[in-house]
């Protein structure tokens, strides 16, 4: 807890001299070569919304373009193939997400620093910098891969609305 000097414009032009000579639970007060003392509260970061803002993240992810065409394409193999897939593949996800989210809290728990950690910070805190290397390859890798799909996609259903022969 020191004094910290300098100058600040007052906003007329001039500048006046200030220096801050409490601290107390981090709320700054800056006192002013004419007496006049400032207190500057601690600047929180925003939290509204955000647990909102993560459940639309995850349910945007979830489902995608793949997930609504997959009952169309396992129709040939037959309901109960196809539920038995379905529901394994379910069970998989879940699972991943739920192993995922227990390294999260228990990285969090560790180190309070990390409050918003990714997937990469994650590879790199539990596998080294090898491992965050090739999280960061394979996290790259599938999103190219669904950007392909979706292009794809795309252009079958503009050339059906269009009528453009395809090439």
Known sequence: MGKLHGNAPNGRGNTILASTNNVVDDKIT???ENDVSVTIP??????DGQLLNS???IAG?????GILALPAVAVESGFIPSSIALIGAWLFMATTGLLIAEV???L?????????IGILTMAKKTLGPSGA?????VYVFIHYALLVAYIAEAGD???DATHLPQW
């Open 108 to 116: 969090v728990k560790e180190d309070k620093s990390l409050e918003n």
């Open 55 to 57: 459940i639309a993240l």
């Open 42 to 47: 601690p600047i929180e970061p925003e939290r």
């Open 133 to 137: 290397l090739g999280a960061g390859i």
């Open 61 to 65: 992810t979830t489902v995608g373009a």
């Open 157 to 159: 259903i503009l050339s």
């Open 30 to 32: 800056i006192t002013a």
């Open 104 to 106: 999260c809290c228990n």
